[in-house]
């Protein structure tokens, strides 16, 4: 029994262990055994992520910053905001459809969380691939002219199982 309640503990304090990044006044920690990917789309400052053979979609953690014209010129509140950017996500997103909008708070800024689903193509999968059901969560924050999202992704089976990486990357988010 004390063997059994070491090695817990043990597992607890590597599953626990994290890694930092930081790149453009953006700090944030992550899982130890998740990969820096780099930034790889538009205004993308940073990209983290489960290594690809542990599901056909990993578990992704990404922070963009842009300039909130290149969401709308005409959104006045955070939630205008959030509907310009669904419907931006739409464009981008294979059969992209937004689940739930609310207010949220990140680092003490106020923020909205919208979270959706879309069918995704798996990124080493081959030609006679399967697209699988992702489903996200973007927390988006006003500061200035800029808006800066956060957004979490994973296969939609595997969501929920990694809301405590979630809560703990952005309890861990700084932002400059």
């Not at 890694?19 to 993308?44: D, H, K, Q, R, V």
């Amino acid at each position: 029994a004390v063997m059994l309640a070491i090695g817990g503990l043990i597992g607890i304090v590597v599953e626990r262990r994290t890694a930092a990044i930081s790149a453009e006044g953006i700090t944030l920690n992550y899982p130890a055994n998740w990969l820096n990917m780099g930034a790889g789309e538009p205004f993308e400052i940073l990209r983290v992520g489960e290594p690809f053979e542990t599901a056909a979609l990993p578990a992704q953690a990404s922070v963009r910053r842009m300039p909130i014209a290149e969401v709308s010129t005409t959104a006045q509140t955070l939630g205008d905001l959030a509907l310009k950017w669904s419907a931006r996500q739409t464009q981008d997103l294979l059969g992209y459809k937004v689940l739930s909008i609310e207010p949220a708070q990140v680092q003490g800024q106020e923020a909205i969380k919208i979270e959706y689903v879309y069918v995704a193509e798996p990124p080493m999968a081959g030609p006679a691939a399967i697209p699988v059901v992702a489903r996200g969560a973007d927390y988006l924050i006003r500061q200035g002219d800029s808006l800066t999202a956060i957004a979490f992704v994973a296969d939609a089976d595997n969501f929920e199982e990694q809301a405590g990486t979630w809560a703990r990357i952005l309890a861990s988010l700084k932002l400059k």
